[in-house]
């Protein structure tokens, strides 16, 4: 027994992600700027440094589960609480009273909602660092979400827009995507149960992984 929730095997972290973005390899602007829109008051657009050098920042170790059954263990994240994150911008930008989720957009335009209460959980960080050094292109520089509880597809790399909502967005992963997506749940998609999906997962993995793997190289630029 590996430890692992049901249905994931352990893998080194690598790049992966949804078939349509493994050539989209965006470049980290010199100073990465957050978007911040939605049901608010006032949208902004704010340096990404002042707020990972908001108050609380932390380290912890988790694992990283994939929906497609392979699960990175042993990671070492630093960033800030998502939730500091969200107090410091919800002062300034005052997201509606029934705002329940958030859509984060990557610098590849890859998006994913959370739950506004799910994206506000202990554990979810705005993570730039992992094993104590900052990310790489590679591991979703500038900053990437963390969410240890939530299938990778709710864990956004480069992070460039916060936009707050009344309802769910289905994003990139499209219809597919479970709202919710936890893992202890094994919520890994809609329509059938999570032990269906693990199946139908496992047997894409290889073809997924083969289009990553065929994009290792750091081009530094988007689009192919
Ligand atoms: N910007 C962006 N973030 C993304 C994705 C993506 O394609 N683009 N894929 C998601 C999926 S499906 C997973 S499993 C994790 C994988 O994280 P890794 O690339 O660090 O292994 O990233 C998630 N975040
Ligand atoms: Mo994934």
Known sequence: MSGLPRGQSPTP?????????AGVRPEVPARPVLSVSGVVRRP???DLAELLALPG?????????CVTTWSATGLRWGGVPFRAVHE??????RPHPRCGWVTFTGLDGYRSCLALADALAEDVLLADTLDGVPLTGDQG?????????????????????????????????GPLGHRRGR????????????W????????????????????VSDRGSAGV
């Open 13 to 21: 972290l690598r790049r992966f992600g949804l078939p349509r973005f």
């Open 44 to 46: 902004i657009q704010i």
């Open 57 to 65: 920042r932390r380290e912890q170790v988790g694992d990283l589960h």
């Open 88 to 93: 410091a911008l919800a002062a300034r930008v």
């Open 141 to 173: 520089a500038p900053a990437r979400l963390v969410a240890p509880a939530h299938y990778g597809y709710k864990s956004v790399r480069h992070v460039c827009a916060v936009e707050y909502r009344l309802n769910y967005d289905p994003g990139s992963a």
């Open 183 to 194: 893992v202890k749940r094994e919520e890994r998609s809609v329509l059938l149960p999570g």
């Open 196 to 215: 269906i999906w693990r199946r139908v997962w496992r047997g894409l993995l290889p073809r997924v992984r083969r289009r990553y793997d065929g994009n």
